[in-house]
């Protein structure tokens, strides 16, 4: 059974840092998409971020590249986000979701297996 656990989610200041963590078991995880993704209250879900795994090529929204960092560490299969000069825009539930085939990174609906979410919240 895929299973995906989220961690490292808080409350945060503006312009401050978090570092979020996908844990992942179930799957061979080189052989996977790992991808991030968030939803703030009444809007949809947006593609944060995304690593595949087995090229190492990662993929960023316009809105937070040169600020958030995703990497992974296969000995743990583990994805993390590190998300820095965070902005109150970033608030949002935050998804961890991962695909053995996606045609486009950054699509939710590409893929097949998702974690519980964690909470971003970033005041100003």
């Known amino acids: 059974e895929v299973q995906l656990v989220e961690s490292g989610g808080g409350l945060v200041q503006a312009g401050g840092s978090l570092r979020l963590s996908c844990a992942g078991s179930?799957?061979?995880?080189?052989?996977?998409?790992i991808g991030w993704f968030r939803q703030a209250p009444g809007k949809e879900r947006e593609g944060v971020s995304s690593?595949?795994?087995?090229?190492?090529?990662?993929y960023y929204t316009d809105s937070v590249k040169d600020r958030f960092t995703i990497s992974s560490d296969n000995a743990k299969n583990t994805v993390t986000l590190q998300m820095s000069s965070l902005k109150p825009e970033d608030t949002a539930v935050y998804y961890c979701?991962?695909?053995?085939?996606?045609?486009?990174?950054?699509?939710?609906?590409?893929?097949?297996?998702w974690g519980q979410g964690t909470q971003v919240t970033v005041s100003s």
């Open positions: 690593i595949k795994i087995g090229s190492g090529s990662t």
């Open positions: 179930g799957f061979t995880f080189e052989h996977f998409v």
């Open positions: 979701a991962a695909s053995p085939v996606v045609g486009y990174p950054l699509w939710s609906y590409e893929y097949h297996y």
